[in-house]
């Protein structure tokens, strides 16, 4: 383990919606809207995901099977407030 700094370059083919997901994600850590490992509240999780499922899906059986749980809990989400998507976008910013 090292303090130093890690760069990587990854590209997403097609890009869909990867940026405001991104932003979204990150912009949600920098206003301390998630726990100490970076998660958000499940169902902002549920109610983001569920709005960018052609980017980002699970892959092993048991988070196959939490999939879908996400449309239900993204509902209940919507319900108490939660957005999929907040203004970090500057595609947002712009709407």
């Known amino acids: 383990m090292s303090d130093a700094a890690c760069h990587i370059v990854v590209e997403m083919r097609p890009a869909l919606q990867w940026e405001t997901l991104f932003e979204t994600m990150f912009g949600l850590a920098r206003d301390g809207k998630t726990d ?13 995901f569920n709005q960018f499922k052609d980017e980002a899906h699970p892959v092993e059986a048991r988070d196959r099977m939490l999939s879908k749980l996400i449309p239900i809990l993204a509902q209940l989400g919507k319900r108490m407030g939660y957005k999929a998507v907040y203004p ?5 910013q712009n709407r």
Do not use: D, I, M
Request: proline share 11%.
């Open 36 to 48: 100490k490992q970076g998660r958000p509240n499940p169902l902002q999780v549920a109610v983001t």
């Open 88 to 92: 970090y976008s500057a595609k947002e």
